[in-house]
C-alpha cells in the first residue's frame, strides 16, 4: 500500500500540469458573424439560379460593398447592423438595381469561450422595390451562425 | 487533444495503482477490523491554482460517513469566483454550488483495511451563480458595436462521477485524488446566453467537463467492524475431480 502513497505524490504534479494544460483556451474556428442567406431563384422557372453578375452594399455605406461584381453567388449572406432595427441594402441584381429594408431585433448570443459573444436577429417586417426583384419569400426568420436559409428571391 | 491526453494518462495510472496494490500479498485472515469513519476534507488544487492564476479561485470541502466497508455517503460543497478576459470579450461568475452523492470502495477489505480506498463517488451537484459579461466586442461590415451582458442570477445542476484513490498517510490523515467527469443536465441560462463557467462544474459551454482533485482528509473513526474475508475459491484438482 505504499504504492497508494507514491503514487499521491506523483499525482499532485500531474494534476498541477493538466489543470494548466486543460485551462488554456484555444483559438477560434467558428463563424463569428449571423447574416441574412438569401439564395436566388428565376422567378419563370421557379429553379435556383444565381445571378451572372451581383453587387450588394449596405444603403449609406460610402464605396464598401459585401458583393461587387461578383458571380455565381447564391445565396448571398447579408450581415445586419445590432447598432440599430434595421437595414437597408442595394442589390444590383445583372445591373437593374432594388433596394430590400428589412427590420429586425438583435440579441446576443455566445458562440464559445474561444470565439466569445455574437449577435444574433429575428427578422420582422421586409420591404423592397421590384425593380428586378419579382418576390421575396421569407423562409426563416431566425438569423444566426448556421447555414438556414432566410428569405428566398425570385427575380 | 490535450485534454485528452492528460485524462488518458491518468486513468492509466489509475489502472497501474491497482495493478501494483493486487500484487505480493500475504494469505488473507478469514475476518478483518475495518474502522468506520467520518472524514472531513478540503480541496486543495483549487488554492494552488489561485496562486498561478489570480483569475480563478474554487474553493471546496466536504463530510462524508463510511456507511460499511465499500459504501459511504459524501455531502460537499464550494464556492467559486471566476474572472476570463480575451481581446473581444471579458466574463465573469460567482457563486456556490453543492454535492451530493455515494463513494464505492472497489478494494478488498483485507487490502483496504479502512486506510486505502480506489474507487469511484458518484454526485449530483447544485450550482448557484452569477454571470455577468461586463465587455463584449463584435465587428461586422457594419462596423464595430461594443456591449455589456449585466449580471443575472442563474440554477444549474449536473452529475458527477469520480474515479480516484486515496491513502491514509498519517493517522487519521488521509490524502487522495480523483478524476472528475461531469454531465450538464441544465445550465441555468438558455441557449444564447450559456454561462461560460458553472461553479462546481466547470465549463458551461461544453455538455461534460473534466477535472482532477486532490484533497487532504481527517479522519474521525466513529466504529469498528469485522469483515469477512471473501477467500478466491481454489482451482479443483485432478484428485477431487476423481472421488
Redesign the interface.
Known sequence: MTGLKKNNIAAIIIAILLIIVSCTPEACFEETVAKVKVPFYLSSTQKAKAPDNLTIYGLNTGTDKIYADSKSVSPAELPLDPSTDNCSFVLVINGVSDTIVVAYDSYPHLISIECGYTYYHTTGVLSYTKNIIDTIIVKNTLVTTGNEENFRILY | M??IS??C??IL?ILL?VS??ASGQTEPPDTVEIPLKIKIGAEV?GP??YF??RN?LNVEGFISADLNERYGVFIGGGFSDYK?S?Y??EYLSRGFFIKAGIDINFLRPE?S?G??W?GAGLRYGLSSFNSE?PF?E??????S?T?S?PSSAYFGHYLEASPG???E?FRNFT???SVNIRRLIYSGAGK???P?YLPGFG?G?EKVS?????FFLWNIPYKKISVIVKKDEPAESEETAIQ
Not at chain 2, 138 to 143: A, P, R, V
Open positions: 490535450r485534454r492528460g485524462y494518462t491518468s495510472i495503482s501494483w496494490e488544487t494552488v491554482i498561478i492564476d480563478n476570463y480575451q473581444n470579450y487490502k483495511m486506510k486505502y480506489a459579461v463584449f463584435y465587428d461586422n461590415y457594419w462596423g458595436v456591449s451582458i484513490f486515496r491513502a498517510m490524502m487522495g485524488w444564447d446566453l450559456r461560460i465549463s459551454s473534466f477535472g482532477i482533485s486532490y
